[in-house]
Structure formats: C-alpha cells, structure tokens
C-alpha cells in the first residue's frame, strides 16, 4: 500500500513539475497573436533589453510611478533600454485610490518625458494591498476620468485602461469610460469586460532570457 502510495505521489510529483515548465515558457501562438510584448517595473529587476528583443518581444510597457508616492527608480534605465534595442516602448501608471488623480498625474508628468515615438500610455486599475479605501462608483470614475484627462493631454495620445477582473467587477470601469481596454488572464483570454478588449496580459509567469525572474507577457489582439 505504502509502495503504491509513494508511486502516485511521485508520478503527481513528476506532472506538477512539468506543467510549470510548461507554463513557465507558455506564450500564445504568434499565427494567432503576431504583435506580443512584456510589462516591466522595477520588481523585474535588471533587463538585458537586446536580449528581451531577440526573445521576440516587440514593445515594452515601463511603470513610471505607482500611485502618487512612488516613482519607479528604474523607469529612466528601462526607458533608454528599451529604446537602444529598438523596441516600441510606452508608460504605465499604477492606480491607487488611496490619492488624489492630480496628485497620480503629476507624478506620472514628472516622471515620463515627452516622446511622439512613445506607444500610448497605460493606466493600471487593480486593488493595492497596501490601500484599504474603497470609494463609491461615482468618485472613483470622476477620479479617473480627471486623471485620464491629464495623462493624455501629457502624453498627447489617448490612454490605454489596465483593469483587474475584481476590480472591474466592483466598479464597471468598461461602462463608465470610454478608453481603449486591458485585460488580464494566464493562460485563457478573459471575458469580464463589457466591450472588446485590445490587448490581454496572458501570462504573469513566463521566464525569457534577459530578465532574472518571471515577467509579465502581453499580446495585441489582431
């Protein structure tokens, strides 16, 4: 019995690994997907960009700042990376609704050059741990739609909305403003938003030469 016992967990054992090593390398099929990229920030850690670039990324999102009390200390680095190796390159914004929308734009403005070359920028939309506050619908979209306003008119391109499935759930952003969607999903393309999305974050966990730990993939859609 014990034998038998140790058999299946071993084969469970065997399975579980190769599933993650499947997983680690998973992108969707580029026949399907032709246009596919990566979203760093400075938790990613040092990026060799020519390296990124010939594992087939074609653009890359950088985090600028996160809320209105973080700057990302290696924007300026990923930016010029990212550049030098010839990939299209943009800016995002972590949300936080712990802070003032001028507060958050500022710090973004104060952070990102100017860049006609720049792909548009990002806003991400999600629940931050560290921010218990929940504000009702209607602040939370009238927050936005100040910060988006200022974002854009910075960038000189309209934005692009990251949004979370629970945090879509909780304030349906897709049906409050009208900007081009994110969406986020391992593995599977998602449906929580109300309108077609652009472009999907496919996996959080794929390891590629050039980043030290896992690295968030994204695709267009075509």
Request: aromatic content about 10%; charged content about 20%.
């Amino acid at each position: 019995m014990l034998v038998r016992l140790g058999a299946v967990l071993a084969i469970i054992i065997v399975l579980g690994s190769a599933l993650w090593i499947y997983a680690r390398g998973w992108a969707p099929n580029r026949d399907e997907y032709p246009t596919q990229g990566v979203s760093v920030t400075s938790d990613t850690g040092l990026v060799e960009w020519g390296t990124l670039a010939a594992q087939g990324a074609d653009f890359a999102y950088i985090r600028a700042a996160r809320g209105a009390s973080l700057r990302d200390p290696l924007f300026a680095a990923n930016w010029r990376g990212a550049r030098g190796a010839g990939m299209r390159y943009g800016a995002a914004l972590d949300y936080s609704l712990c802070a003032k929308a001028v507060d958050q734009a500022t710090q973004f403005m104060t952070t990102v050059p100017r860049d006609n070359a720049a792909l548009p920028p990002v806003i991400r939309l999600g629940f931050d741990p560290s921010c218990a506050t929940r504000p009702g619908r209607d602040q939370v979209l009238s927050e936005l739609n100040t910060l988006v306003n200022l974002v854009e008119s910075h960038a000189g391109k309209p934005a692009l909305l990251n949004i979370s499935a629970d945090f879509d759930a909780q304030y349906d952003i897709a049906s409050g403003i009208n900007r081009t969607l994110w969406v986020d999903g391992n593995f599977f393309a998602p449906d929580y938003a109300k309108r077609p999305w652009v472009m999907w974050t496919a996996s959080d966990m794929r390891h590629i030469d050039g980043v030290d730990g896992p690295i968030r993939w994204d695709v267009v859609a075509p």
